[in-house]
């Protein structure tokens, strides 16, 4: 029997190729405002790399301004997040001073492609409306600065090389948020096992089944997120940024009181 020959798929065939060149992955810039009390409390500047950062929006958190519980609004920025907090959160008193960034995804977006913004946006769950007005304000926050590298590939394959760039005399912080979930558990542990021979800092907002050698309790509530800082529990978050439940007794926003010990060093 000879080949079959390659058949047309039609006009439905062709779009739904084109549509399934493109994944669906989020960017919620909006829950920079539970990372915010670690990163302002860590010593300043910081290097900041964000594995899965999809657009790379969460890699600025120092471009937009954060209101919690209704109270001031800190920074100034085309758009304010709300969060609301529960427990002895220790809430930011000023923004976090950044000396360099970057990410890793393995397909990054492009938020001055008109193609990608609209990708962005459309895949924000309905409900919630200011979600993406609040996306398209992030971007317009960050159009003006100058766009983090985002490298192209696997988290655990790139991370060495990029953290190997990073300026030593600022303090690394590895983070990421609703990324690992995607990984299977023995990648989950290579991951893990690369950071904890970096210096510096890392934190994991992700949900409790997904680190789950974190000591940890699980929320009551399935839906949110465990915030934790070099794999110490220390809130728990709403998914989208909304809230963040602080654990235990800390309160004093400094990095000894947000980490525990009181040796907290840039890396050398
Ligand atoms: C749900 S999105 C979250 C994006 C961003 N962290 C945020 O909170 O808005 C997950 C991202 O992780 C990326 N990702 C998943 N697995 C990855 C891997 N093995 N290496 C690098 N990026 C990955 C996806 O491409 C996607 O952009």
Same mark, same amino acid.
Request: charged fraction near 20%.
């Given at each position: 029997?000879?080949?079959?020959?390659?058949?047309?798929?039609?006009?439905?065939?062709?779009?739904?190729?084109?549509?399934?060149?493109?994944?669906?992955?989020?960017?919620?810039?909006?829950?920079?405002?539970?990372?915010?009390?670690?990163?302002?409390?860590?010593?300043?500047?910081?290097?900041?790399?964000?594995?899965?950062?999809?657009?790379?929006?969460?890699?600025?958190?120092?471009?937009?301004?954060?209101?919690?519980?209704?109270?001031?609004?800190?920074?100034?920025?085309?758009?304010?997040?709300?969060? #609301?907090? +529960?427990?002895? *959160?220790? @809430?930011?008193?000023? !923004? $976090? %001073?950044?000396?360099?960034?970057?990410?890793?995804?393995?397909?990054?977006?492009?938020?001055?492609?008109?193609?990608?913004?609209?990708?962005?946006?459309?895949?924000?769950?309905?409900?919630?409306?200011?979600?993406?007005?609040?996306?398209?304000?992030?971007?317009?926050?960050?159009?003006?600065?100058?766009?983090?590298?985002?490298?192209?590939?696997?988290?655990?394959?790139?991370?060495?090389?990029?953290?190997?760039?990073?300026?030593?005399?600022?303090?690394?912080?590895?983070?990421?948020?609703?990324?690992?979930?995607?990984?299977?558990?023995? #990648?989950? +542990?290579?991951? *893990?096992? @690369?950071?904890?021979? !970096? $210096? %510096?800092?890392?934190?994991?907002?992700?949900?409790?089944?997904?680190?789950?050698?974190?000591?940890?309790?699980?929320?009551?509530?399935?839906?949110?997120?465990?915030?934790?800082?070099?794999?110490?529990?220390?809130?728990?978050?709403?998914?989208?940024?909304?809230?963040?439940?602080?654990?235990?007794?800390?309160?004093?926003?400094?990095?000894?009181?947000?980490?525990?010990?009181?040796?907290?060093?840039?890396?050398?």
């Amino acid at each position: 029997m000879g080949a079959l020959p390659r058949l047309d798929p039609g006009p439905l065939g062709r779009r739904t190729r084109r549509r399934l060149t493109r994944f669906t992955q989020t960017n919620e810039p909006a829950r920079c405002a539970t990372l915010l009390p670690l990163l302002a409390a860590l010593p300043q500047p910081l290097a900041l790399i964000e594995v899965g950062a999809s657009a790379g929006l969460c890699l600025h958190p120092d471009r937009y301004a954060y209101r919690y519980d209704g109270g001031a609004v800190l920074g100034s920025s085309p758009v304010t997040f709300d969060c #609301r907090t +529960e427990g002895p *959160a220790p @809430l930011p008193a000023a !923004l $976090p %001073g950044i000396a360099w960034r970057a990410g890793i995804d393995l397909n990054p977006f492009d938020t001055t492609d008109e193609d990608d913004v609209r990708w962005l946006q459309s895949l924000i769950w309905p409900g919630r409306a200011e979600r993406p007005r609040q996306q398209l304000a992030a971007i317009e926050a960050v159009r003006t600065a100058p766009r983090p590298r985002i490298v192209r590939g696997d988290l655990v394959d790139e991370l060495p090389a990029l953290a190997a760039e990073a300026p030593a005399d600022a303090t690394l912080v590895v983070f990421h948020t609703a990324v690992l979930t995607y990984l299977p558990l023995a #990648r989950r +542990e290579e991951f *893990a096992a @690369l950071v904890r021979e !970096l $210096p %510096g800092h890392w934190i994991s907002n992700e949900h409790h089944t997904v680190l789950p050698w974190l000591d940890a309790p699980a929320p009551d509530d399935e839906h949110l997120l465990t915030l934790a800082l070099d794999e110490r529990a220390v809130a728990f978050t709403a998914p989208h940024g909304q809230s963040l439940h602080w654990l235990g007794a800390t309160s004093a926003p400094s990095a000894t009181d947000v980490t525990g010990v009181s040796d907290v060093t840039p890396p050398a």
